[in-house]
């Protein structure tokens, strides 16, 4: 898997983050004040981003976090295999791939859409 460290302290809102081995879009950031006995703690609160699920994350700042690196990448639709599933061509290196669409989305062949990869995860941005 793709990804790197970076300090808490480092990142901010529409960040990408790795939260319970899954990447995360983060939603909102806040910092609480260093205590009597401990560091600044930073709260994150984040959404899958091929999941949907939202996730939340407390360390100090000065932890360090891994950082997924996701790649957004441009292809055009060959063929709509069903509702919720299409055919794929990537524009750069031309190979095809099955991507799952979501279901407020309406495909048709020759369809160019922007999308995210990351390993062998594949979403479709609206």
Known sequence: MAKEQKEVRDLQEGNYVMIDDAACEINSYSTAKPGKHGSAKARIEAEGVFDGKKRSLSQP???????????????????????????????ETYETITIKTPGDISLSPDDEIEYLEMDEQRKILE
Do not use: C, F, H, T
């Open 61 to 91: 700042v000065d932890a360090k976090i891994w950082v997924p690196i996701i790649n957004r990448k441009q292809g055009q639709v060959v063929s709509v295999e069903s509702d919720d599933v299409a055919q794929v061509m990537d524009l």
